[in-house]
T-cell receptor
Framework: DGGITQSPKYLFRKEGQNVTLSCEQNLNHDAMYWYRQDPGQGLRLIYYSQIVNDFQKGDIAEGYSVSREKKESFPLTVTSAQKNPTAFYLC???????????FGQGTRLTVV | GQQLNQSPQSMFIQEGEDVSMNCTSSSIFNTWLWYKQDPGEGPVLLIALYKAGELTSNGRLTAQFGITRKDSFLNISASIPSDVGIYFCAGRKMEYGNKLVFGAGTILRVKS
């Protein structure tokens, strides 16, 4: 089935550690996105990529890093520089930057 | 970031009632999208709107792209218990690189 797969569903991290969240899509979409969701707030854009080997910062990129080496994959690394990393992280993709975006199931990251 | 103003923040309605929610902005958007999110899951696309004045239905859902291009509404007719969830509006505008901007969400609770 075509779709977007995020893994893991739940992730626990100790303070000071980097952690990488996986996002894979088999929809042949060019654009991919990472959002952060906190309770009572809308989704805030962390990073986005419109094409392989290219990505841009979103509104809250500090403390995060990404790569886009393959069209299907857009992993997000939450670094120790991110001061408040506990959140629900959502990956999305769209055919291009003008069309609707489809979301994965999300990864809930908790810092312990 | 540039948030959309989504209202109401939450609704508690009787099963069978019609529901209406809307999103407004001071800026012009060229795309409006409506998503529904269940707890712990990623948002699911309900309706996509691409033209000012466009009215689109998806089952009991109807959404419109405002004629001024600064707003959109979503109506749900004859609500049922499975309509419970958070509804998000999202918009794209060229001045923002066509990135998706999200409202804070409307929490819908239905009394059975």
């Amino acid at each position: 089935d075509g779709g977007i797969t995020q893994s893991p569903k739940y992730l626990f991290r100790k303070e000071g550690q980097n952690v990488t969240l996986s996002c894979e899509q088999n929809l042949n979409h060019d654009a991919m996105y990472w959002y952060r969701q906190d309770p009572g707030q809308g989704l805030r854009l962390i990073y986005y990529s419109q094409i392989v080997n290219d990505f841009q910062k979103g509104d809250i990129a500090e403390g995060y890093s990404v790569s886009r080496e393959k069209k299907e994959s857009f992993p997000l690394t939450v670094t120790s520089a991110q001061k408040n990393p506990t959140a629900f992280y959502l990956c999305a993709s769209s055919r291009d930057r003008n069309t609707e975006a489809f979301f994965g199931q999300g990864t809930r990251l908790t810092v312990v | 970031g540039q948030q959309l103003n989504q209202s109401p923040q939450s609704m508690f309605i009787q099963e069978g009632e019609d529901v209406s929610m809307n999103c407004t902005s001071s800026s012009i958007f060229n795309t409006w999208l409506w998503y529904k999110q269940d707890p712990g899951e990623g948002p699911v696309l309900l309706i996509a709107l691409y033209k000012a004045g466009e009215l689109t239905s998806n089952g009991r859902l109807t959404a419109q792209f405002g004629i001024t291009r600064k707003d959109s509404f979503l109506n749900i007719s004859a609500s049922i218990p499975s309509d419970v969830g958070i509804y998000f509006c999202a918009g794209r505008k060229m001045e923002y690189g066509n990135k998706l901007v999200f409202g804070a969400g409307t929490i819908l609770r239905v009394k059975s």
